[in-house]
């Protein structure tokens, strides 16, 4: 199997996966109160990942063998962390009432671009010592 296939896979499967654990109705209310409770609770807010990582990141790149740094793996559970902020907690719409199968195909690209790396050079970002910033170089 390629690797682009491997992430494709993985991405889609470890969303569908931590969309489960925070909609099942037999871990909707532990996962839930864990997420609202981060925000004002470290203790709460290292709890709840450390269960994004037990449950869904390890198990799912063990089962299908994919081989990436800690630190990949920690920025895709940092922004499984932020959808069930979005998603649960404030309810943006229209990501709070998306189904999982709407969802998914839009949260999987930013995750295996966090697997992956950079597909292109980052860049330059304008220090403006001693002159105006010019805004139409920020990359946002």
């Known amino acids: 199997m390629s690797a682009e296939r491997v992430s ?15 909609e099942s109705p037999r871990t909707q209310r532990r996962a839930l109160a864990l997420v609202q409770g981060s925000v004002s609770n470290a203790r709460a807010g290292k709890a709840f990942y450390a269960l ?5 990141l390890n198990p799912v790149a063990r089962s299908m ?3 990436t740094t800690a630190i990949r793996l920690e920025l895709v559970g940092s922004q499984l962390i932020g959808l069930a902020m979005i998603r649960y907690v404030l309810k943006v719409e229209p990501i709070a009432s998306l189904s999982v199968d709407e969802l998914v195909p839009l949260m999987a690209p ?13 860049l330059e970002v304008c220090t403006c010592e ?5 805004l139409s170089l920020v990359p946002w």
């Open 8 to 22: 494709n896979d993985f991405t889609e499967r470890v969303l569908r996966r931590f969309l489960l654990l925070c």
């Open 130 to 134: 001693g002159h105006a910033p010019d």
């Open 110 to 122: 930013p995750l295996r671009a966090a697997l992956s790396g950079p597909t292109q050079p980052a």
């Open 52 to 56: 994004v990582n037990r449950v869904v």
């Open 65 to 67: 063998g994919v081989e």
